[in-house]
């Protein structure tokens, strides 16, 4: 009787990874999958290459939190101005940060570089191929540090992503709830990692979580692992894995001021070091709030004239962004000044023809979009994105 076949035949699957009693998907047939429909992506090695646990990092970090699509160009671009560790940890944190800019997510670049720097400092400019020495870098959790360790290294470490997390939970049908089935399904991909060609086995199981044993309608029938997946004999895998409901996080709202000087110039500021957007560059704006009062917003706008009142002006809708925790709206004022205006403390004033230069997080990239092309011929055009946005308003 498989794994499967037993799993299928309890209510509760907590038992079905019992030792004894399991019969775990073979790691050969997997790897035999991989070797034929591998996916070919800007950071993988190819068939006989050793991987560069530079490009291997690299990707890893860019990757956490976001989709192959969207990181492939920014991989591209970092690679070719910094090539190897040492010339990013070389690099000013600032052009790092604006490298980075609308990858979201900010404190990866921040311990991006924090790790470089340490790489170079502590390991002579060669990253650590032990999993536990490379979970003491900035920027490296376990899952970092078990990928790099696999697919660089071809450590016997087991990367659990929430893709893995998906298959593991179907090959099992385990039954727990995530987050709480987390040590559970780290522990079976750790008992299902071969020790022979762990780096191929970690990049298969990504490959399978993201193409086959996908979160919706997953492709079971040319899945190499069919025949010993519980989920599959149940006929119910879109089920899993299971999920505690997430309360969603309250609707936060404020006011973004974007101060235009007629000879072609915007006021930014630059964001705490740590937490939230931690360095990037934005307009002034108020708090943040649930409980923000609009009739409010004009107290909390930067001070740009001692004797004059500044003619502040809404934009129609908001700007509506959503962070990891909640979902934020900004209303959005404009206001011309005359080219004596004087930047309040803490602020600073750029040229518009040069905001491709700044850190923008892709929230005050909104900001912009919606702001800068009334400003007139001093401004670049709107982007096609900017009119989109504008045209669904
Ligand atoms: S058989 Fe289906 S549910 Fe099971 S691991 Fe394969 S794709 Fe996922």
Redesign the pocket.
Known sequence: MTLAAKASSKKSSSDNSRDGEKQLPKPAALLTWYDRHRRKLPWRAGKGERPDPYRVWLSEIMLQQTTVRAVAPYYARFLARWSDVRVLAAAPIEDVLKAWAGLGYYARARNLHACARAVVERHGGAFPADEAELRTLPGIGSYTAAAIAAIAFDAPASPVDGNIER?MA??FAIEQPLPGAKPQLRRLAREVTPLQRAGDFAQAMMDLGAT??TPKR???AL?P??QS?A??ARGD?ERFPRRTPKPEGALRRGAAFVAHRTDGYLLVRTRPATGLLGGMTEVPTTEWTADFDERDALKSAPQLARSTAIAWRRLPGVVRHVFTHFPLELSVYVADLQPTARAPKNARWIKISELDDEAFPSLMRKVLADAVDRFGEANRPPSPRARARAARR
């Open positions: 298959v179907r090959l086959i044993c997953p492709a079971c899945c692992w069919n997946c989920a599959f895998a």
